[in-house]
Every structure is written in C-alpha cells, then in structure tokens.
C-alpha cells in the first residue's frame, strides 16, 4: 500500500517537473520561416502592419513595436520604408500614450485612405489574430492582396491566409513572440519598443496574474524593464484611467445585473445599449469586467454579454459575448460551436445577432453541454 502511495507521489513530482520543463519552454522558429520572413521584410517597401477588432494590449503593443522597429532599424537609413498601422475600429483611450499611437490609423474612420495604403501594400504583417474575419473588412482586403503576409500571433489554429505563420498558442501574447522574432535580427530594443512590448505582456496576463510562469518571460520583463519600459507609469496609464462612469458602470453591473448559477460555477453579466448609455459608455469601459466574477470563491466560469445598437444595414443587435474560466474548463469550443467565435481555453469571445434575451436563452440553453 504504501508502495503505492509513493509511487503517486513520484508521478505527481514528475508530472510536476514536466510542467516546469513546458512553463520554461523558449519560442523556437522553424529557421526557414524566418529567414523567408526576414527576406521579404527586406525588401518591402510599403508595409502595412494590421490588427485585430477591439485592439486590446497585445493588438497595440505588438503592432505599434513591429511599426518603431521598422522605422528604427539601421537598414531604414539605406532603405526607408513606408509603414502603417492600420486597425479597423478604434481603440481604448487608456491605450493612447502609447508611443506613436497618434499615427494608427483606424479603418472605421478613415476606409479610403486605408484601402488605398492597403493596395499599394507590398507586405503585410498581421499581429494578434488567428483569422482575418476577426478584423473585419481590412481582412477581406487583406486576404484580395497578393502581397505576401506575415502573422505574428498566438491564438489557436490560425486560418491558412498567411504566406509566413509564427503561431505559438503556448506564447503568453503576441507581444513575446515580436519580442523572439524582432531579436533574431540583432540589437533592436528602445525605449518605444520596450514600452509596447510590456503593455502586451502586461494586459495578455492580467498584469501577470494568470498565464505567465514562465521564467522567460521575467527574462524579457527584465530586458523591457532594462531598455527603459516603466512598469509602475505603464500599469498606471492602462488600469488607473477609470472616469467616474466606467467605475459606476462596473459598480452597477456587478450589483444589478450579475446573475450565478451555483451549481454550475458560472456567473453570467449582461449589459443592454440602454443601460450603456446611462453611463455614456466608451470603447474600453467594460474592459476587464469579465474577469470579476471568478474572483468568488466558487466561481469558475465568468460570461459577459454587452448589446450593441444595430448598425445601418444590419436590423438586429449585435450581442459581444466574452468567456472567461479558470483552470482545466476549456470555454473555447462553446464559444465557436454556439457563439460563432472561439479564442483561448480560459478566455474567448463570440458573439450573436439578436436581442439580449435571445442571446441568454441560447446560453441557458446551452451551457450544460459545455461546462465541466
Ligand atoms: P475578449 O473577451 O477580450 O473580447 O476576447 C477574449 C479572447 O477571445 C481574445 O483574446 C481572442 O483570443 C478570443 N476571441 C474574441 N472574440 C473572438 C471571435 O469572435 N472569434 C475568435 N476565434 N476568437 C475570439
Ligand atoms: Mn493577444
């Protein structure tokens, strides 16, 4: 018996170990890729950087480090090239003291001029997202050019769009994989860069809290944090910039409108246009709201649910549905096979067209199939 019991402790410590061996696993490209990468970097001209939706921490600080990289490299003497940034809706105000934020261009606001950068495009380089649906019309575009394109990204089995793919689901963000990409050229940290890469690292892990223990990425952090990133003014400009309504709004929303299934060890938070505009919400508001519930002991899945009015041409609401878990509870597959979205084992996103309580009798419906 107790044979036994030993035995259990030295698989457990095995397991345990292997774990570590994974958690301190470097990105390693395949050396063909990169260097096809490198020679078509070389010798573009007009690059158009591009992102997902909604751009999040990652979207920008992975894109905005890919646009100070190229326009700091030395060869940019001898060679400058045109680069852009271009994301099709706008983002956060928290993201704006990004470095060179001002110059993102958001195809929402600005569609011919983009269009046209789009098609005079000699490469792309796509930084964040797995399919080009999840940028919208700048994806379709995208996908019409014959220039070549570069993804940069670690979501889950990315589309085959990209002529290059540097796809690592295990990368904590898309900002760790710019950051082993842009250092196999040489030298290329400054200031700029390193303050974009950390934003990434920083929101794609919950300012560290989740997704993040791999000894690399201190590593990095320790390079950013070395180049000049300054962690304390970065966490500050991106979770310390609440105006009284978004607080109030996360106040009401965890108050009013947040309902628990118990024996599930779900939460569920819907959020109507009507009540969003009570609190004249603004892109970014309900950033991070998800995440709340399964701070109760008890809770492992979280599902946030945010009417969007319907836009000229579409006659029902767009319902933005984000999911959230914890641990070994994958919301992913409920995600893409109900939701028409996906993501991450423990965060993902869909959404559906309708109203709110439609959206909500599909997730009642549905959830027992998918929760553990
Ligand atoms: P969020 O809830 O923050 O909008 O999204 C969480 C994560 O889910 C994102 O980082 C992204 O990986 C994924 N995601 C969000 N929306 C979609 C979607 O419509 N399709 C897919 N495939 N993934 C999504
Ligand atoms: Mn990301």
Redesign the pocket.
Known sequence: MSFFFLFLAYSAEMSYLCMQIQKNMVISFDSKDLSAAQTMIAHANNIVIATHM?P?GDAMGSALAVYHWLLNRPSAVSHPQEAVVIVPNAFPDFFRWMPRASDILIYEKEAEKCNTLIANADLFICTDF??PK?IGPVGDKIVASGAPKILLDH?LHPTDFASVVFSYPEATSSCEIVYRFMEQGGPFLNKEIASCLYTGLMTDTGNFAFNSSSCELYEIIAELIRAGAEKDAIFDAVFNQYSVDRLRLMGYALYRKMRIYPEHHLALITLSADELDQYHYQVGDTEGL?NMPLQISDVYYSVFMREERPKPGTPRPRIRI?FRSQGNRPVNIWA?EIF?????AN?????IFGTLNQAVQLFEKTFPSYLI
Not at 340 to 344: A, D, I, L, Q, V
């Open positions: 909604a999040d797995n399919d999840r979501h998800v984000s893409s028409h979205g996906g993501g991450h965060a993902s996103g869909g959404e």
